[in-house]
């Protein structure tokens, strides 16, 4: 018992954060997108939530793996935390390209380069997403 315990304990010592990481410009540029803007009439186009929100059931089915391989030592703690990390980033990197809704304005829509996709503009912010393994608390 004291060696499981002893495999277990130090998942509790660390967590994944994913978002995005950048410059204030390009966390502004995100916040907006993130939640919307009334004073410039821009519209919420959530892609970090909502793409954690998509990827939670993936990652409770690998953690649950995970845990079980850790218990059984079969596998070591930061490849877990590393494989949540990757899963987490390539779900919200494929909900950040599948954002339809609401559609562009017509006013950006002829500024536009490149179609009407939305956050397309954004390539350095797409970019910028990451994930990162840090201490708890």
Request: hydrophobic share 40%.
């Amino acid at each position: 018992m004291a060696e499981l315990l002893g495999r277990l304990r130090p998942l509790t010592q660390n967590e994944v954060h994913v978002g995005m990481q950048g410059d204030a410009e390009l966390a502004m540029i995100a916040g907006v997108h993130e939640y919307g803007s009334v004073k410039m009439k821009i519209p919420a186009r959530s892609f970090i939530g909502t793409g954690k929100k998509k990827a939670q059931a993936a990652i409770s089915k690998l953690v649950r793996k995970g845990i079980n391989e850790i218990a059984r030592g079969e596998r070591d703690i930061e490849s877990l935390y590393e494989e949540i990390g990757q899963l987490a980033l390539g779900k919200m990197e494929k909900n950040f390209d599948r954002i339809k809704q609401p559609p562009i304005s017509p006013i950006y829509a002829k500024y536009k380069v490149g179609g009407k996709k939305l956050l397309r503009a954004e390539q350095d912010l797409r970019e910028s997403l990451t994930f990162k393994i840090v201490p708890k608390g």
